[in-house]
Structures are given as C-alpha cells and as structure tokens.
C-alpha cells in the first residue's frame, strides 16, 4: 500500500482534524488501547489541540479504555502508565482531554461467565461471546451516557490497510464526501454519535513515522533519549510491545461498533492473556521468548484449559436454557459441567498464587468482586452446600472470603450424600433434581406460589429431560410422512 505522506503532509491532516473539531459542540471520544493505531490517533489529536489558541479548545476529548480484567499484565500496566501521563499531560498544557479506563460488569465478566455459569472459552471467531461483554458494552455504556445529553464523535484507529474484509466494511460505511459516518448502533431517542478515522487511509508505516519521525518529542527509554507521543510516552518502549517475539501482529481495539467484533483481535500482542481463539498464542509466547518468564503460568493455564474443554466428562449435552443443539446429526456439547467449573476455579487461584510470587503480589487473575458473583450464580444453579466457591478459595489461598462467616449451607453433606445416593436408586437425574430442591427453597416464602410453580415448570420442561420422547416422535414422523409419501406416489 503506498503511503498517506506521499500526497499530503502532516500539516493536511492536522488541518482536517482542526476543522473537524472546530465545526461544531459536540464532543469527541476517542477509543485508546495504548496500541499504535490508537495512540497514532490521540498523538495527532494532543498536536492539533495544542497548536490550537486556548480559546478554541472549546470542547472536551474523551479519552476511553477498555481493562477487560483479563489483559496481560505488561499490556496492562503499559496501558495504566500512559493513562496516567495523558491526564497530568492534559493538565499541563490545558488540554480539555480526559482519559479513564472502562470495565465489564462484575456479573458479565470472562470468569464470572465461564466458572460461574460454564461458557465454554471462545474457539473461533462465531462463537467470540467475550468480545461484546468485555469490550463492546464497557465502552459502549460510556458512549451512551454522553448521548443521553447530546450528539458526539467517537475517534477510531482504524485503517483499511489492516486486512481486505476491514478495508470493505469501512469502505461499505462511507458516505462519500464526508469525514463523518453515523454510528451503525450507537444512538439515543434524540441523538447520534458520528464516527471519524483520520488514519484510514494510514499504512502501518505511516503509523510509526507519525510515532517516530514527525515527532520533536523526546523521551528517556532504557538510558537514553528517543521519540515519545504528544503526552510523554516512549514511542520506542511501544515499539518493542510489538517487536517482541512474533513481530507486528496488531493490536485488539477498542471497538464501538459492533461488526468491528468479526475481526480477530487472538494474536493481539494488546490482547486478552487468556484468548482460545486461536491455537497458539503468539503474544504470550513473544513476550516469554524474549525474557518475560513471568508470564509462564499464564501460558500454562491456557494450554491445560484448552486441552480441558473439548473433553467429553467436561461439558453437558445441552445448554443453559435445556435445548439440545445438532449439527449434522451429533449433539453440540453445551457448558461446562459443575465439577469442571470447581476445577477450573482451582487450578486459577493456584496459578495465581504462582503469578503473584514471581510478578507482584496484587496482581489478581479473578477478582473478589467476580467470585462473590460466582458464588451467588452456584447457589442459585447447582450449589447445595452454598459453600463449594468458599472452601475451594480457602484449600488453594489459606485464606476466607469476605462473607465466608456468615454463609450457611442449605444442607450438611450427609444429607446431601443421601439425596444423590436416592437419585441414583431411583434413577432421578440429580442436577434436576438439585435444581428442584434450590427453587422450592428460594420461593418457600413466597405467598403468591406462581414463582414456584413457573420455576418448577421450567426445570421440568427442559428439552434435555426429554430428548428421548422427542426422537421418537420425531422418527414416528418421518415414518409417517415416508408411509403417505409413498401412498401418494
């Protein structure tokens, strides 16, 4: 791809950006993953808004991004160091910017999802649930807060040189003539937000040489001197996140919209430490082959829990809801079973005990917020004792949970070592019947006993609990329609 510079200057641009800016109120919000297509973009933002006269940085720049709470760590503290210098920065040279980090509800995170309610870690690109959870609601709820006031315009670091199927997805949004295309989902009842590219048409060369060259910035990294963005960053340290072990090989953006999500962000190096997306994880390998040990349990735990996923003992044979789902003519393994759940969680907190010795003692892989979050989806599932989370946290840590105290178990264990041995007896499915027993407990107190009742009606109309009717019928079917088939003939 030919260069931007070889027709325009960086002048051109910055005149764009400047008349973009100057043209109306509404504010602009720019999507920052500390990669460099993003920091390219608020690097050209800082340098219009500063050469612009004081009175004239009459709007404000909102800076945003996502910590999907699985990032790894470098990625991570890179991205809290630089959101820290843009703020002093703006500061400093009274710029109207903004910067703050978005997170995923503690009810939609990747563990709370996948041990708390036994997802299965994403393999490919169709079956991506995280993406929209951990990146596209945190940032879109931010968006949305501005548009309940008014219009705004979400700045993106994307390029049509990134791949050919995002070049035609830009390609099919633009409105020819315009330097400004509305947003395909973001709007409220009176307003939109507009979506503007000022590198679209970058190469990623174009991208380092704004970092690099077109810079006057300088920057003490690894004792000595070199370039750095608008607001004190190293451009150099940011180049070596991308040359480290497998090269250039992008970065996982902030994404407002939501078809951004087709895209694989999987051999991000400013990616998720624990995407399955793809087989071998280049990021993690990169960082680790060029010195990162630290990061090795990480690799460790991917591995094991991509080689724990497709195991047959591991999953259900139906999904949440109780439908069962085929694809040419087998059953789709559904979530992860309880017991896999419990494992998974175990072999979690052990490898972050191994993490925190050999990284930093408040680096957490889950959160106390996501496994009180956990605790509540088993109890109100699968959890007869409501206190499985309790004492697998306390066998790995040593240590109790906050509301370990005062949680009680809905029943001892000899109890509950009855009901499954009379499960068994009788040849009653036991989760269905834990099911049951949860349900009758939770509504016992209820006057009005429709909640009950509906609950009970759900569990015991699940398709699974009735698959084998179901076939039959199904089978009886086509023997039917075979038999009149054949009649009419």
């Not at 400047?18 to 050209?44: F, Q, T």
């Not at 503290?77 to 109207?96: Q, R, V």
């Not at 399955?276 to 994880?281: E, I």
């Amino acid at each position: 791809m030919s260069s931007f510079f070889d027709k325009f200057t960086i002048d051109d641009l910055l005149d764009e950006m400047e008349a973009v800016y100057l043209n109306d109120k509404r504010p602009w919000i720019i999507g920052y993953s500390s990669g460099k297509d993003s920091s390219c973009v608020l690097h050209l933002t800082f340098k219009m808004l500063k050469r612009l006269p004081e009175n004239k940085r009459h709007k404000t720049v909102y800076v945003i991004s996502s910590d999907t709470l699985i990032e790894n760590p470098i990625i991570l503290d890179f991205l809290k160091y630089n959101i820290e210098l843009i703020n002093k920065s703006a500061t400093e040279y009274n710029i109207p910017i903004k910067a703050q980090i978005a997170y995923p509800e503690f009810s939609d995170t990747f563990w709370t999802n996948v041990i708390g309610k036994g997802y299965p870690t994403p393999k490919s690109i169709q079956y991506r649930w995280c993406t929209e959870r951990l990146k596209i609601r945190p940032s879109n709820k931010f968006i949305q807060e501005k548009l309940n006031k008014e219009d705004v315009v979400v700045l993106l670091g994307v390029r049509k040189a990134e791949s050919i199927a995002r070049k035609r997805r830009l390609e099919k949004r633009e409105i020819e003539g315009y330097l400004l295309n509305p947003h395909e989902t973001l709007r409220s009842k009176n307003n939109m937000a507009y979506v503007y590219s000022p590198i679209i048409d970058f190469s990623t060369d174009d991208v380092w040489d704004v970092l690099f060259h077109n810079n006057d910035n300088l920057k003490e990294f690894n004792g000595s001197l070199s370039p750095a963005t608008e607001w004190g960053a190293s451009a150099l340290e940011l180049f070596n996140l991308y040359i480290k072990g497998s090269g250039d090989s992008g970065e996982c953006p902030f994404i407002a919209d939501e078809s951004s999500a087709k895209s694989s962000c999987a051999n991000s190096r400013f990616g998720c430490w624990i995407c399955t997306v793809v087989k071998k994880d280049k990021s993690l390998t990169g960082f680790i082959e060029s010195g990162h040990n630290e990061l090795s349990p990480l690799l460790n735990f991917r591995t094991w829990i991509l080689d724990e996923r497709d195991k047959p003992e591991n999953r259900k044979f139906h999904k949440r809801n109780g439908a069962i789902v085929k694809k040419n003519g087998k059953i789709t393994p559904g979530p992860f079973t309880f017991e896999a759940r419990k494992m998974i969680l175990r072999k979690l907190l052990e490898t972050q005990l191994e993490i925190q010795k050999v990284y930093k003692k408040d680096y957490n892989l889950i959160t106390i917020e996501e496994l009180r979050e956990i605790d509540k989806i088993w109890c109100d599932e699968e959890d007869l004792t409501s206190s499985e989370l309790i004492k697998i946290y306390k066998e790995v840590t040593g240590e109790d949970l906050p509301w370990a105290s005062y949680k009680l178990p809905l029943f001892e264990d000899h109890t509950i070592d009855i009901i499954s041995n009379k499960c068994e007896e009788f040849g009653i499915n036991i989760d269905m019947f834990t099911k049951l027993i949860i349900d009758t407990n939770k509504y016992k107190y209820f006057s009005n006993h429709k909640k009950l009742k509906d609950a009970v009606d759900k569990t015991l109309n699940q398709q699974w609990l009735h698959q084998d009717i179901i076939e039959k019928i199904e089978e009886e079917d086509i023997l039917e329609n075979g038999d009149n088939l054949g009649n009419e003939n």
